[in-house]
């Protein structure tokens, strides 16, 4: 089955300064790639998505982007804020044949934001 | 609508004891997945229902784990004799028709076996 890494687990950075936040996957079907934050005691909510067809997606700060070759992903938080500061969870879904898009998760990356 | 609902967001058991879960997807969402997170880890894939028709279940799901979704709404999830390393948080996920969308957590049960 699908193996997701992911790296730093923990990431401390001042205000203001970027963030990176790595995953590589194992199986190179695996098609769809999303972000979830969780704040303690809360929900995983989703941050951004890619899908295999793309290269790189963006929404204000948050960038990711995708080489399918190398399978491995990237999150990019630019202009950190403390508010941004909770664990960051990539995942990989292989949409078609008998896994039925179910989300295999890497272990975490604690980012904290210092003012 | 506002989202993903699950119920109760709490449990305390004793071990042995039988506990079931309820999840109530985002109408429309024909799609629901369960999983479990344990402290500082990713959530891990438990099953899925597409409809009420149970598709696939994780090889972490003993026999002493169900889950139903009888009419293709609300699904449950018990736990029966259950066991301290059940302690955990268990997430319910919907999502849309198409498998490579974007699924929309619970807040999640936390359950502690004593």
């Known amino acids: 089955g699908e193996n997701v890494e992911q790296h730093p687990s923990t990431l401390s950075v001042q205000e203001g300064d970027s963030a990176v936040i790595k995953c590589t996957y194992s199986d190179s079907a695996s098609n769809y790639f999303p972000w979830y934050k969780q704040e303690l005691g809360k929900r995983p909510q989703l941050i951004i998505d890619i899908r295999s067809n793309v290269g790189e997606k963006k929404d204000q700060r948050i960038a990711v982007t995708l080489n399918k070759t190398a399978k491995h992903f990237s999150l990019h938080i630019t202009e950190t804020q403390p508010e941004d500061s909770a664990v960051y969870f990539c995942a990989a879904s292989l949409a078609g044949g008998t896994s039925y898009g179910k989300l295999t998760f890497g272990q975490g990356t604690i980012l904290t934001v210092h003012p | 609508d506002t989202g993903v609902s699950q119920d109760p967001r709490h449990k305390i058991t004793k071990r042995g004891q039988n506990v079931t879960f309820r999840c109530d997807p985002i109408?429309?969402?024909?799609?629901l997945y369960w999983y479990r997170q344990t402290l500082g880890q990713g959530p891990e894939f438990l099953t899925y229902f597409q409809n009420e028709a149970q598709l696939e279940k994780s090889r972490l799901l003993s026999d002493r784990f169900s889950a139903e979704r009888p009419k293709g709404s609300f699904s449950t999830l018990e736990i029966q004799r259950t066991e301290q390393g059940d302690s955990a948080m268990y997430l319910c996920a919907s999502a849309p028709g198409q498998m490579a969308d974007t699924q929309y957590f619970g807040p999640g049960t936390r359950l502690t076996v004593l």
């Open positions: 109408s429309e969402h024909n799609r």
